[in-house]
T-cell receptor, first 111, second 115 residues
Framework: KQEVTQIPAALSVPEGENLVLNCSFT??????LQWFRQDPGKGLTSLLL?????REQTSGRLNASLDKSSGRSTLYIAASQPGDSATYLC??????????FGPGTRLSVLP | GAVVSQHPSRVICKSGTSVKIECRSL??????MFWYRQFPKQSLMLMAT?????????EQGVEKDKFLINHASLTLSTLTVTSAHPEDSSFYIC???????????FGPGTRLLVL
C-alpha cells in the first residue's frame, strides 16, 4: 500500500529565503507525482507534475525533483514571498489509479 | 486544458438532510472519477472510486449507504451525502483521469457544513 509522507509538517521562514519541502513515498511504481498548493478554505492548485520518466520540472520560482528509486521528491521554492504562504501537498499517482496524498507542509513566509 | 467542475462550491444544510454534489469533466470523457474528502487540518483521503456503468468501490471505513455515488454518464459523477450530520462537514473534491490515463484533473472542491 502506497504511503506518502512530507516533512516538515510546518515551516516558517522570512521573506526572500530559499526553501525545500520534502516528500517521500513507499512504492516506487508510480505513474507521476504532483505538487499542489492549497490555500485556506480553497481547492487545490496544481503546481508541478513530474512524470515517472522525468527527473525534475521547473515553473518560475518553483523546481520539483523526483528520484523514484529512493522514493523521494523535493519542491524547491526560490526567493520566497508572503504570497507563497499556503499548505503544499505532494501526491503520487499509481498508474491511473487514485492519488495518494501526503499530509502536507504548512508554509508561512513572514514579511 | 481539461477542466473538471464541481457544483455547488459551498453548501450549508441542516442535520438530517441530503446533499448532492456534482462532478463534471467539461471537455473529456472520464470512465472513472475519484472522490476525496478532507477534514480540517488533515490531508485528502480517497473515499470512493466512481465507475461509469457499474457500482462505485468504496474505501474501508466509508459507508456506501451514506455516501451514494452515481456515475450517470461519461462526464458526470454525483456524490450524495444522505442524512448528513455535523461530522460529515468536510471539504469534498473529485478528480478525473483522462482516458489515456496521462494525468488527472481535480475539481475545485465543495465545502459542506452541516449544522
Amino acid at each position: 500500500k502506497q504511503e506518502v509522507t512530507q516533512i516538515p509538517a510546518a515551516l516558517s521562514v522570512p521573506e526572500g529565503e530559499n526553501l525545500v519541502l520534502n516528500c517521500s513515498f513507499t512504492d516506487s511504481a508510480i505513474y507521476n507525482l504532483q505538487w499542489f498548493r492549497q490555500d485556506p478554505g480553497k481547492g487545490l492548485t496544481s503546481l508541478l507534475l513530474i512524470q515517472s520518466s522525468q527527473r525534475e520540472q521547473t515553473s518560475g520560482r518553483l523546481n520539483a525533483s523526483l528520484d523514484k528509486s529512493s522514493g523521494r521528491s523535493t519542491l524547491y521554492i526560490a526567493a520566497s514571498q508572503p504570497g507563497d504562504s499556503a499548505t503544499y501537498l505532494c501526491a503520487v499517482d499509481n498508474y491511473g489509479q487514485n492519488f495518494v496524498f501526503g499530509p502536507g507542509t504548512r508554509l508561512s513566509v513572514l514579511p | 486544458g481539461a477542466v473538471v467542475s464541481q457544483h455547488p462550491s459551498r453548501v450549508i444544510c441542516k442535520s438530517g438532510t441530503s446533499v448532492k454534489i456534482e462532478c463534471r469533466s467539461l471537455d473529456f470523457q472520464a470512465t472513472t472519477m475519484f472522490w476525496y474528502r478532507q477534514f480540517p487540518k488533515q490531508s485528502l483521503m480517497l473515499m470512493a472510486t466512481s465507475n461509469e456503468g457499474s457500482k462505485a468501490t468504496y474505501e474501508q471505513g466509508v459507508e456506501k449507504d451514506k455516501f451514494l455515488i452515481n456515475h450517470a454518464s461519461l462526464t458526470l459523477s454525483t456524490l450524495t451525502v444522505t442524512s448528513a450530520h455535523p461530522e460529515d462537514s468536510s471539504f469534498y473534491i473529485c478528480s478525473a483521469p483522462t482516458r489515456e490515463g496521462e494525468t488527472q484533473y481535480f475539481g475545485p472542491g465543495t465545502r459542506l457544513l452541516v449544522l
